[in-house]
């Protein structure tokens, strides 16, 4: 079989995944999305294959022909890890990120905003063995730069550039990783982040326990079903590879190894550490014994009583941590909701305090909508000392919301059409000629502040605008016609219910904000 014929039965074979996926009782938009993407490749590939002159004899080496303004040829498609949201996609968007302000602003936290683009040297060494995954971008006016990878690094630079000593903020913006894709699990190369983040220098523990409660206030708000809280402490990990034997050069890779156990069993972790990692068998074993275990209370009271941690001065300034941390929790009614879980270990290499993650629970590998982690992040002491000109240090703490993995789960829940604007009232006519008489309504209308459109049409049949309203949601319609308006009323309209009432014109502003407002 050639390649070419290979290519055409991959494409009829892709086509019949789509017609299938597109016939289903419950059409998964995001996973269509996603096949038509891979359908669009294969055939843009196999077009590759065909002789650019049209079929006159010219080899599949030959230079395709040039690509001309409209050519209809022009194979379409979103980049490889993004996608194009229409309305009702936009529409849930907008809500959620509505939902997650409210909370960052209830508080206190105030917005900034930093370039989507930084220096490179900014970005690299910050992440780990993840700094591959920065977009490197060409030399621009003799800047090396980078597209932003996540938004704690450029708050720390924030900081520090701008001698800022206490700040708490909240950052919603784009970043960008030359990840591999996974579009149905809400894993872009593109996609927004939320921050919520505390600089400043204050008693332990404080902000930290806060951050924990604005994550948890914001997944309950948002009903993305049931969630646990991961806490864990950089200092006790720290503390239990040197008790285990882990080499302090090796601290690091050893905890972006354990960083994977939420998605890989530890005998593959394990294997990792040995084999690729070249930690001693031993060593690994007793990692082990202590990274399955998750608790409360008694899990730190135990831990303390370890003799061999015992030895670590950093073990035990963790564990005092944890234990006022799960106090602090205990007052903010979220104890239920955290998890001392030594498994938890956050690979991004400016951690030096608690660490956190909340992972939805009763998901499994097969499930559609099984997203995992939903936000994460901990506390970063040193980070911004290295954008500061005077190396001076600010404490920080904070998190992030996964929103495109919460707008993955929303999405797949989302049951019925989703209202996709805002409009209050529609301004509707019977008859024809009463297009000015609209407008002059109309504006009365916007000018009070209310959200009301009409009709672009000069005389739209009265079925078609009150169609309209009901296809769009919109809860109140105003009827004008010739009758009416010699009398000085028009016909206030509920469309839910189809009532109808008379309204006084010099009285309908105020008679809208009163039913807008039951």
């Known amino acids: 079989m050639t390649e070419k014929d290979a290519l055409a039965e991959a ?45 006159n004899g010219a080899g599949v080496g030959s230079a395709p022909a ?53 220096l490179k040297e900014v970005l690299t060494g910050k992440y780990g063995e993840d700094s591959k995954l920065i977009y490197d971008l060409k030399d621009q006016g003799g800047e090396i730069l980078a597209l932003r990878y996540d938004l704690t690094v450029p708050f720390a630079r924030y900081v520090g550039m701008g001698n800022v000593f206490n700040i708490k903020r909240y950052h919603i913006a784009k970043v960008y990783r030359r990840d591999n894709p996974q579009i149905t699990r809400g894993r872009y190369r593109e996609f927004y982040q939320c921050d919520f983040d505390i600089a400043g220098t204050y008693d332990p523990m404080l902000p930290d326990a806060e951050c924990v409660k604005v994550v948890a206030e914001i997944l309950t708000e948002l009903g993305v079903g049931e969630f646990v809280v991961k806490l864990n ?32 069993p530890w005998d593959e972790v394990r294997r ?22 998750n608790g409360g209370v008694a899990l730190v009271d ?51 305090g608690v660490i956190y993650e909340a992972v939805l629970q009763g998901t499994d590998a097969g499930d559609e909508i099984a997203v995992g982690s939903v936000a994460g ?18 404490p920080c703490v904070g998190v992030s919301i996964g929103v495109e993995r919460i707008f993955s789960i929303l999405e797949a829940k989302a049951a019925g059409k989703t209202r996709t ?63 009416e308006l010699s009398r000085g009323v028009v016909k206030l309209r509920e469309i839910v219910s189809r009532k109808e009432e008379e309204v006084a014109l010099d009285a309908l502003v105020d008679e809208i904000r009163k039913r807008l407002v039951v």
């Open 11 to 55: 494409i009829t074979t892709q086509g019949d995944v789509v017609r299938k996926l597109k016939s289903a009782a419950k059409p998964d938009k995001a996973k269509i999305n996603e096949e038509v993407q891979k359908l669009v490749a294969l055939k843009e590939k196999l077009k590759q294959l065909q002789p650019a002159d049209g079929g």
């Open 302 to 352: 135990r831990l303390a009583q370890d003799e061999q941690l015992g030895r670590i001065k950093s073990a035990m300034e963790g564990l005092e941590d944890m234990r006022l941390l799960l106090q602090y929790c205990q007052i903010l009614q979220v104890a239920d909701r955290v998890s001392f879980d030594l498994s938890l270990a956050r690979g991004l290499d400016y951690y030096t």
């Open 233 to 264: 402490h950089r200092k006790l990990l720290d503390g239990m590879f040197e008790a285990c034997g882990v080499p302090a050069d090796k601290f690091r890779t050893a905890c972006s190894s354990v960083d994977k156990l939420d998605k890989t």
């Open 421 to 483: 604007n805002e409009t209050e009232v529609y301004v509707a006519s019977a008859h024809k000629g009463l297009h000015l008489k609209r407008m002059e309504i109309l504006n009365k209308l916007w000018s009070a502040g209310i959200k009301a459109e009409h009709s672009y049409k000069l005389n739209p049949k009265l079925l078609a605008q009150l169609q309209h309203c009901e296809e769009h949601q919109i809860p109140f319609a105003i009827v004008l016609g010739d009758g």
């Open 66 to 118: 040039p690509v001309e303004p409209g050519n209809r040829n022009l194979s379409l498609k979103t980049a490889k890890g993004t996608r194009d949201y229409g309305p009702e996609a936009m529409a849930l968007r907008q809500r959620v990120l509505d939902q997650v302000v409210r909370v960052f602003r209830k508080h206190g936290a105030e917005t900034i905003d930093t370039p989507v683009f930084e």
């Open 377 to 394: 992040g901990g506390r970063y002491d040193n980070l911004v000392g290295m954008f500061n000109p005077k190396r001076k240090q600010v």
């Open 272 to 293: 990792e550490m040995i084999d690729e990692k070249g930690l001693d068998e031993a060593t690994v074993d007793r990692i082990g014994e202590y990274v399955r275990l």
